[in-house]
């Protein structure tokens, strides 16, 4: 029985492991290797800041979504009511939940919802602080779900139920929050500035 050896950066990426440089668009062993496999052009982005290996149109379109929609408003909401942005997430799960279970149609579908609003209800109270994630190909379904009921609505005048996907994105755009700014600290700012 022949055991084969494992091949390692230096038997499968040459004299280049030695040369190439630390830093760049692809500067680790995994990335080298996809670029020697598709010829040099990748056609996703492997950086070290893709945390998704998703098509960078797909990433602008999430983060111009994010910071022009909905981001500002929740940042807001978490300043006034002085929440983390987790506490703020559960909460419009748990809203989303309940909005579910308003419009359900049939016995089923009231008990299902019923179990998500009791599930996210209890996760807000117990936890509500703590981190929660969020996954990019989530919110732009969500998204996409939301301007079709959103077209839908406007061509029949019937908008119930459309407010179900608002709270979705809320919830999932307040999860990607890393950190709230003061509420202050710009009238923190200008009182340092005058007293110098």
């Not at 089923?108 to 299902?112: A, D, K, L, T, V």
């Not at 979705?168 to 755009?173: G, N, Q, R, T």
């Given at each position: 029985m ?7 950066e ?15 668009a692809i ?9 020697r496999?598709?010829?040099g ?6 950086g ?5 290996h ?7 379109l ?10 500002p ?12 942005q987790f ?17 359900a149609?049939?016995l ?5 919802w ?5 599930a ?10 703590s981190?929660t994630?969020s ?6 379904l969500a ?43 710009r009238?923190?700012?200008?009182k ?5």
């Open positions: 022949r055991l084969m050896s494992v091949p390692t230096d038997n499968l990426v040459g004299n280049q492991s030695r040369t190439a440089p630390q830093s760049g500067d680790n062993f995994g990335q080298r290797h996809l670029s496999i598709w010829g052009q990748l056609p996703v982005a492997v070290p800041s893709c945390r998704y998703s098509p960078m149109a797909f990433q602008k999430d983060h111009w979504i994010g910071k022009t929609l909905f981001v408003p929740i940042i807001k909401f978490c300043q006034l009511t002085r929440q983390t506490a703020a997430a559960r909460l419009f799960w748990f809203l989303a939940a309940c909005d579910g279970f308003y419009h149609d049939t089923i579908g009231s008990i299902f019923g179990a998500i609003s009791v996210m209800m209890v996760s807000a109270a117990w936890r509500a602080d981190p994630a996954f990019m190909f989530f919110r732009l998204a996409f779900l939301l301007f079709i009921d959103v077209i839908r609505s406007a061509v029949t005048s019937e908008w119930a139920g459309t407010e179900f996907w608002i709270f979705v994105l809320v919830a999932e755009y307040a999860a990607t929050i890393r950190t709230i700014p003061p509420r202050c600290a009238k923190l700012v200008r340092v500035s005058r007293a110098d």
